[in-house]
Each structure stands twice: as C-alpha cells, then as structure tokens.
Nanobody, 112 residues
C-alpha cells in the first residue's frame, strides 16, 4: 500500500507544472484524495482535495490557478498548477485521506 508522487521541478514564475500521485494496493476509486504542501519553516497546509464523486475543494491560495483531478482507472490523482508564484515553492505531498496514507514529497521550486 503506497502512494508515489511525481512531477515536481524547477519552473519560472508564471509557468506551469503537473503533479501526479499513483496509488497501489488501495481502493483508490472510493477514497478522498488531497494535495498538501510544506514550505521551509512553515506548517504543512492543504492545497486541494477531491472526493470519490469528483467534487473538489481548494485553498484560497490555489483557487483559479490549480486544478485537481483523478483518473480512477489508473488510480492516479493529478494537480495541474498554472500561473505559479515564488510563494508556491514547497514540498508537495499527496494524501489518501481515508487511509491517512502519505506519499513521499515532490519538490516544486518557482523562481522569480
């Protein structure tokens, strides 16, 4: 049972990245999934979440710029991040909320 995150990297301000998180060994299609992030010296914070029925919710900092989606056939949750800002720099983590199962983090760095 694990979550494997990928897609982080270095991008200039205004650029885009897509994060992906693939689950194995879980009943992915019925679980609520989320992306969190943690910047240096700050607490881990919720960025976006998606329910089994596709309903989504976003932190104010992500609204209008980030889009979370899921592909149940591939047990994968994605997060498309547009118009990135330097303050989006953080380690991003995916979470299976129902299992309290964290993926390993993926670093996103946005240069000004």
């Amino acid at each position: 049972v694990q979550l494997q995150a990928s897609g982080g990297g270095l991008v200039q301000a205004g650029g885009s990245l897509t994060l992906s998180c693939t689950a194995s060994g879980t009943s992915f299609r019925i679980h609520r999934m989320a992306w969190f992030r943690q910047a240096p010296g700050k607490k881990r914070e919720l960025v976006a979440q998606i329910w089994r029925d596709g309903r989504t919710d976003y932190a104010d900092t992500a609204k209008g710029r980030f889009t979370i989606s899921r592909d149940n056939a591939k047990s994968t949750v994605h997060m498309q991040m547009n118009s990135l800002k330097p303050e989006d720099t953080a380690v991003y983590y995916c979470l299976d909320i129902d299992l309290s199962l964290w993926g390993q983090g993926t670093q996103v760095t946005v240069s000004s």
